[in-house]
């Protein structure tokens, strides 16, 4: 495995990671469907921004490793 490919699955196991501890952070927020606990909203919002950072960094490893855009990426979504 070359460091490309080693940097892009540890990239990969960020965005799982940060998206395991959102799913966590959203069920302290809301409990149950009819229950909102605006006191674990800040947890929750910190998880949610985690979660994109990473997701960020996987995108530009992508789009820097093919050469593409991220609109390009994103297009390949739609196709």
Do not use: F
């Not at 070359?2 to 501890?21: C, F, P, S, Y």
């Not at 966590?24 to 469907?33: H, I, K, Q």
């Not at 093919?66 to 979504?77: D, N």
């Amino acid at each position: 495995m070359d460091d490309t490919q080693r940097e892009g699955r540890e990239l990969v196991g960020e965005v799982r990671e940060a998206a395991a501890r959102h799913k966590v952070s959203w069920g302290l927020l809301v409990p149950s469907p009819h229950v909102v606990d605006l006191g674990a909203e800040h947890v929750e919002e910190m998880a949610y921004q985690d979660m994109a950072e990473a997701k960020c960094r996987l995108r530009k490893h992508i789009c820097t490793t093919y050469g593409i855009t991220a609109a390009e990426l994103c297009s390949l979504a739609n196709a």
